[in-house]
């Protein structure tokens, strides 16, 4: 599975998720944990259709089977990345 993190420099809560992405991260060796800034990429928040962030797209073969929305901890990320 892939986790995409959309933010923005300037977002507080997408700050504070940062954290809870790479711990994830250090912790979880299953998932990739990729960001996109929203600023510098907005054709591809477009593409996705990223209208409020923090938001986080989880991929699994491929397809996007989650969509995040707002501040999570690394447990509550852990739980919808097990979830499928």
């Known amino acids: ?3 995409v993190d959309f933010y923005a420099d300037w977002c507080g809560p997408c700050k504070m998720v940062q954290s809870e ?12 944990v990729a960001k996109v800034n929203v600023d510098e990429n907005n054709n591809l928040a477009e593409r996705f ?4 962030i923090p938001c986080m797209l989880l991929f699994k ?19 919808a990345i097990n979830a499928d």
Do not use: D
Not at 49 to 52: A, P, T
């Open 21 to 32: 992405l790479e711990a994830l991260a250090a912790t979880n060796t299953n998932v990739v």
């Open 49 to 52: 259709g990223i209208s409020n």
């Open 61 to 79: 073969n491929g397809e996007v089977t989650k969509t995040i929305i707002g501040y999570r901890t690394k447990q509550q990320l852990e739980a």
């Open 1 to 3: 599975p892939v986790l």
